[in-house]
């Protein structure tokens, strides 16, 4: 048992194990490496804890000393069989939770009996007597109990398992794997040879602290490259990524180009539409005005008739006077200003815009990006007020108008959910379909802009509406709002076009 030379080769195989684990824990600490860096390095640690019980178990001078020896060794092999079929379920791409978890429950179970110094039967330990390089070496050996016996299967099972993966690995293409498993082919072979030692079957020497070094070899020359070579292909897809957006910016521009003159020619036939839309909305309100302004030149009138047309006069006026307001507003060019507004305001003043009898309702979620919206300050409030006027006109005998607001996944993006509702008269499929056309409405006071007023303040904001309504059942008007600040550089680009480099962006 006492072989200072075995004991040193041993003893340095296990100090270069520390210095190679070493390396690949720390690589993982500081450069965010993947797991099997860590794996790794355990892994080494392991095997150095092996090699260093065989160093001792050279060294030692009785069966004490070397069944304290032995306890070492089996601690690190242990350890090392499940830490071994870790490494490689992460190196191949194929893990198993449950298989894993298996493993290291068992080693767990095999550390216990270890420690416990239950490994062995009483009084089995003999010394064998072999030669290496025609020097003579002693050995001593014991009779392992039945369950640890069971231990010296479980890590070949492993070891061999291992194999196969990294050989199915190589076979469908996975090249750098051919070294790993040559490496793990030597391992498998070697720890054989250190079981039937160990075990007494026959008299030889431990391998393992010098095949493991073929193992440490064939990783620590491809798990670096692999990674290197995964960081370029990434870089790849980054610029493919990069010039695809730059594409569909480029075809957006020209596609805005083609939009601009078709709809220079489509002016032309809408303003004639246009025009008859707003002399009928102009004609009406004017026709009641000069009816009334002939009927108060009559001397007779009575002091009640006078009040009552002079009534007509200032609510058809104020009509008027709310149908140039909404056409300058449908008119003028939306431009987005974007500030961080919080929902409580936009709230208070929707609040402000309920009429007599009804009440508020509100359910806002409090996560962050509900609390806090990135909009304009000018325009969006216009769309909370004319939604929540809308609500109340919609339910003639008052009621209860409910504002709620979340965060849900929409078009495969985060979105800003806020639903206005109300139990008025509700929709029709027809109605429902028209709501947003200009100058179309169900109101008699009404101007027919509100509703595209709206439409045109989200999509603005790069969201969209959503109208859902039965007939005697209500209303639901949700606005869909982006969470959180554009990028400085997508800011200016329309939904659609943002959606299509979010999914690219995901598929890369």
């Known amino acids: 048992m006492n072989s200072p030379f075995l004991c040193g080769m041993a003893f340095a195989w296990a100090l270069a194990k520390i210095a190679v684990g070493a390396f690949f824990v720390l690589t993982y600490a500081y450069r965010r490496r993947e797991a099997e860096y860590l794996l790794f390095g355990l892994l080494c640690f392991a095997v150095a804890l092996d090699s260093a019980g065989i160093a001792l178990a050279y060294h030692s001078l009785d069966t004490r000393q070397w069944l304290l020896a032995a306890r070492f060794a089996h601690a690190g092999a242990i350890a090392a069989g499940a830490l071994n079929l870790h490494f490689v379920m992460r190196y191949t791409g194929v893990e198993s ?8 429950g068992l080693a767990a179970l095999f550390l216990a009996l270890d420690i416990g110094n239950v490994w062995f039967e009483p009084g089995t330990v003999q010394v064998l007597h072999s030669e290496v390089f025609r020097q003579p070496v002693a050995h001593a050996v014991a009779s392992p109990r039945l369950l640890p016996a069971a231990f010296y299967l479980v890590v070949v099972a492993e070891l061999i398992g291992g194999f196969v993966l990294l050989l199915r690995a190589f076979l469908t293409g996975q090249r750098e794997a051919g070294w790993v498993m040559v490496g793990s082919s030597v391992l498998v072979l070697v720890a054989i040879n250190d079981i039937l030692l160990t075990t007494g079957v026959f008299p030889s020497v431990y391998l393992v602290p010098h095949g493991f070094l ?32 730059q594409e569909l ?37 004017l026709a009641i ?33 709310r149908l140039v307001t909404d056409l300058l507003r449908f008119a003028r060019p939306v431009k987005v200003n974007r500030s961080p507004v919080a929902m ?69 993006r985060d979105m800003i959910k806020v639903t206005i509702s109300d139990s008025g008269h509700g929709m029709d ?45 209500g209303t639901d008007i949700s606005l869909f709002l982006p969470v959180g ?9 329309p939904p659609h076009l943002r959606r299509l480099i979010d999914a690219a962006r995901r598929k890369a």
């Open 214 to 245: 073929v193992y440490i070899f064939a990783i620590a020359t491809t798990l670096p490259a692999r990674y290197q070579s995964a960081e370029k292909e990434l870089e790849a897809a980054t610029v493919d990524l990069a010039e695809a957006t």
């Open 249 to 285: 910016r480029n075809s957006y521009v020209e596609l805005q180009v083609v939009q601009d003159q078709l709809t220079g020619k489509e002016q032309l036939a809408q303003v004639g539409e246009l025009a008859a839309a707003i002399a009928h909305e102009v004609r009406n309100p």
């Open 344 to 412: 409580a305001i936009l709230l208070q003043r929707a609040e402000a815009r309920l009429l007599e009898g009804f009440e508020l309702d509100l359910e806002i979620s409090d996560d962050p990006d509900v609390q806090t919206v990135w909009a304009d300050a000018g325009l969006l409030p216009l769309v909370f007020e004319n939604l929540v006027s809308n609500a109340c006109q919609a339910m003639r005998d008052g009621g209860r108008v409910k504002i709620s607001a979340g965060v849900v996944e929409h078009a495969g």
């Open 97 to 104: 939770k449950r298989l894993i978890q298996v493993a290291y």
């Open 289 to 321: 005005i000069v009816n009334a302004t002939a009927s108060l030149r009559r001397p007779e009138l009575a002091e009640d008739d006078r009040t009552m047309l002079l009534g007509i006069v200032e609510e058809e006026a104020a009509r008027l006077n």
């Open 429 to 473: 499929e027809d109605v429902m379909s028209r709501a947003t056309d200009p100058f179309f409405t169900t109101r008699p006071s009404g101007t027919g802009l509100g509703l595209p007023i709206v439409d045109r303040i989200v999509k603005a904001h790069g969201g969209h509406l959503e109208i859902d309504s039965s007939p005697g059942e």
């Open 485 to 493: 600040k554009p990028d400085d550089d997508e800011e200016e680009l």
